[in-house]
Nanobody
Framework: QVQLVESGGGLVQAGGSLRLSCAASGRTFSNNAMGWFRQAPGKEREFVATINWDGSSTTYVDSVKGRFTISRDNAKVTVNTVYLQMNSLKPEDTAVYYC??????????????????WGQGTQVTVSS
């Protein structure tokens, strides 16, 4: 059974940092794109970042460029881990953050519909 489990969310003051982690197990995603999305209350789910299969290519939504960094670790055969380092956090970054995996592509897109596997989400709250 495929599982994506996020961790690392929490409450932080504006200007602070958090590092989210997502452990994907149940099948290998070493050849596939993974990404992060977020959903704020009353808003649609929004693309944040994606990383290609070997970590050599990344894409970000404009609002997080220069502040967030996505990375991944494929070293373990049974677990793929993707990270989201978030710096200079702003109150508008407050949302539930979701990890996602696209089993059909090596390079990710910003369309949520392309990602078949999702984590349960982790809450990030940035206070002003």
């Amino acid at each position: 059974q495929v599982q994506l489990v996020e961790s690392g969310g929490g409450l932080v003051q504006a200007g602070g940092s958090l590092r989210l982690s997502c452990a994907a197990s149940g099948r290998t995603f070493s050849n596939n794109a993974m990404g992060w999305f977020r959903q704020a209350p009353g808003k649609e789910r929004e693309f944040v970042a994606t990383i290609n299969w070997d970590g050599s290519s990344t894409t970000y939504v404009d609002s997080v460029k220069g502040r967030f960094t996505i990375s991944r670790d494929n070293a373990k055969v049974t677990v793929n881990t993707v990270y989201l380092q978030m710096n200079s956090l702003k109150p508008e970054d407050t949302a539930v953050y979701y990890c996602a995996a696209d089993p059909s592509k090596a390079y990710g897109t910003f369309w949520a519909a392309d990602y078949d596997y999702w984590g349960q989400g982790t809450q990030v709250t940035v206070s002003s």
